[in-house]
C-alpha cells in the first residue's frame, strides 16, 4: 500500500527557511508526478509546487523564487526548501503524488500525506 509521510514542519520567524521532506513507501515505481500543496484556516487548498517525472517543476506565483521543489529518485523522497518565509505562507502542507500519466493537475493526485504545519510569524 502507498503511503505518503511528510516531515520537517515548524514554526520560524519572517525571513526564515524550512525545509519539508516526503517519504514514499509500498512502491518501488518512481510517481509520474509528486506535489505539494498548502491548506490555511479558512481557505482553499491551493497547489504549491509539482514536479514530473523528467524533472520539470512548476510553482504558485506567490512562492516563485522562494520555494524550490526537488526530488531523491533513488530514495523515492520530496523535498520542499522554503527560503523568505512570509506569515502567509502559514498553512498545513501536504506531499501528494500520481503514478498516472497525465498533467499534474490536484485532481489527479491519488495518494496524499497527513500533512505537516508550517507557521511563519511576523
Known amino acids: 500500500q502507498v503511503r505518503l509521510v511528510e516531515s520537517g514542519g515548524g514554526s520560524v520567524q519572517a525571513g526564515g527557511s524550512l525545509r519539508l521532506s516526503c517519504a514514499v513507501s509500498?512502491?518501488?515505481?518512481?510517481?509520474?508526478?509528486m506535489g505539494w500543496f498548502r491548506q490555511a484556516p479558512g481557505k482553499e487548498r491551493e497547489g504549491v509546487a509539482r514536479?514530473?517525472?523528467?524533472?520539470?517543476?512548476s510553482y504558485a506565483d506567490s512562492v516563485k523564487g522562494r520555494f524550490t521543489i526537488s526530488k531523491d529518485n533513488a530514495k523515492n523522497t520530496l523535498s520542499l526548501q522554503m527560503n523568505s518565509l512570509k506569515p502567509e505562507d502559514t498553512a498545513m502542507y501536504y506531499c501528494?503524488?500520481?503514478?498516472?500519466?497525465?498533467?499534474?493537475?490536484?485532481?489527479?493526485?491519488?495518494?496524499w500525506g497527513q500533512g505537516t504545519q508550517v507557521t511563519v510569524s511576523s
Open positions: 509500498g512502491t518501488s515505481y518512481r510517481p509520474y508526478c
Open positions: 514536479i514530473d517525472r523528467s524533472g520539470s517543476s
Open positions: 501528494a503524488a500520481t503514478w498516472r500519466v497525465g498533467t499534474c493537475r490536484e485532481s489527479e493526485f491519488e495518494y
